[in-house]
């Protein structure tokens, strides 16, 4: 009898953890089936999403990330789960999650409803203001100071949109062009083809503290907007998303998050040792205490 007690509970056993496996939904289905989970990550967005001098994707973003891929391995009970990495730029993140290709996105992307038509986002893990990066000896104070000039913005961010905003709201005739990554934006504004970038004020600041003459350069004019960044998922995909917003909440009850920030924001960074010195803004520590998923 109790060998047939035993034998009951076994296969009960196996039963549920079968339908476990069955229930999974979305993107957890996709990975276990697979055993592959891909990793969008971007090649400049410093300090949230780079390569690093051995051509390693590093970041603020992709440690967050790396936390979310090890607790989907636990989840899924496959520690040998194989990570996949995928360049992804400004232009192609949104089409190459929308098509699979991708599974979460690491970088430094807003959380806006107009993306939120088409894609998801984790809880809120950074805060940024858009404004203006010029040559230091441009003379360039504010949006009225552009009229006449090109200002460059990376291709596919929500920067575009403002530009095109206040240019109507100023009335000044401004030339819009683009570049395919933050690096080249800034490269144009260094070598005199624009007369001021267009972004997110921390990423200017990290292109500013990476480039030899630091000095040259600025930041000017007011905030254009102010940006949650969240990670990029696909849309109705909750049984992923809670995995994602779970584990980012940890972080914030945990105060492993202050750690990981001060490493990229307050302490020397690779490939340079530079340190952007950008402590924790109000109203990221906002987003931590109370987290969200709003996007503007």
């Excluded at 051995?54 to 967050?64: E, R």
């Excluded at 996105?105 to 409803?113: A, F, R, V």
Aim: aromatic residues 6%; glycine residues 6%.
């Amino acid at each position: 009898m109790r060998k047939i007690l035993i034998l009951s509970a076994a296969l009960a056993a196996a039963f549920v953890g079968t339908a476990k496996a069955e229930e999974l939904t979305g993107t957890l289905q996709k990975v276990n089936e697979s055993g592959i989970i891909t990793v969008g990550h971007r090649e400049s967005s410093i300090p949230f999403s780079y390569l690093d001098d051995k051509q390693k994707p590093v970041g603020y973003a992709m440690d967050l990330c790396n936390q979310v891929v090890a607790a989907v391995k636990k989840k899924l009970n496959k520690p040998s789960l194989v990570v996949k990495l995928v360049p992804v730029t400004s232009q192609t993140r949104t089409a190459l999650m929308v098509n699979g290709t991708i599974d979460l996105e690491c970088g430094s992307t807003t959380n806006s409803k107009e993306r939120q038509k088409q894609v998801a986002f984790s809880d809120s893990y950074f805060v940024t203001s858009v404004r203006m990066l010029v040559r230091a000896d441009s003379g360039i104070k504010s949006l009225d100071d552009l009229s006449g000039k090109p200002v460059v913005t990376t291709t596919g961010t929500t920067s575009d949109r403002y530009i095109k905003q206040n240019e109507q709201g100023h009335s000044i005739d401004v030339k819009n062009v683009y570049a395919k990554d933050h690096a080249e934006s800034f490269l144009m504004v260094e070598t005199g083809r624009a007369a001021a970038f267009v972004m997110d004020d921390v990423l200017l600041a990290s292109l500013i503290a990476n480039n030899k003459n630091p000095k040259d350069f600025t930041i000017v004019g007011p905030a254009l907007s102010v940006e949650p960044y969240g990670i990029m998922m696909r849309k109705d995909d909750p049984q992923f998303k809670k995995v994602a917003d779970e584990t980012l909440v940890g972080l914030y009850k945990s105060g492993e998050i202050n750690k990981i920030y001060d490493k990229w924001f307050m302490k020397p960074i690779p490939p340079k040792n530079i340190t952007i010195n950008l402590p924790m803004s109000e109203k990221l520590k906002e987003a931590i205490k109370n987290p969200n998923d709003v996007g503007i």
